[in-house]
């Protein structure tokens, strides 16, 4: 059974950064799509950023410019760098596969709250 571990989250005054990452079980992940989603509360739950089995990245416009999606295939973890946080950004975060894939049971995710 996949399991999918975020971490990293935490409390950050505007303008500061995180750095999240999502370590995942099973032999899917070199193969697979990753993305970032969040779920603010009282909202949907949005795509984030997706990085390609081959690397390729995109981004949520709101993110396009701050964010960073990496991944490491021997650690099987996805990675997202957050610059220049705002308090917008405050939400659950989760990993899972992109969009185009079949997704996987989703993780407990790691809180991001951004306030001064």
């Known amino acids: 059974q996949v399991q999918l571990v975020e971490s990293g989250g935490g409390l950050v005054q505007p303008g500061g950064s995180l750095r999240l990452s999502c370590a995942a079980s099973?032999?899917?992940?070199?193969?697979?799509?990753m993305s970032w989603y969040r779920q603010a509360p009282g909202k949907q739950r949005e795509l984030v950023a997706t990085?390609?089995?081959?690397?390729?990245?995109n981004y949520a416009d709101s993110v396009k410019g701050r964010f960073t999606i990496s991944r490491d295939n021997a650690k099987k973890t996805v990675y997202l760098q957050m610059n220049g946080l705002k308090p917008e950004d405050t939400a659950v975060y989760y990993c899972?596969?992109?969009?185009?894939?079949?997704?996987?049971?989703w993780g407990q995710g790691t809180q991001v709250t951004v306030s001064s």
């Open positions: 099973g032999s899917f992940f070199s193969f697979s799509g």
């Open positions: 899972n596969r992109a969009p185009d894939y079949a997704m996987f049971a």
């Open positions: 990085i390609a089995s081959g690397g390729t990245t």
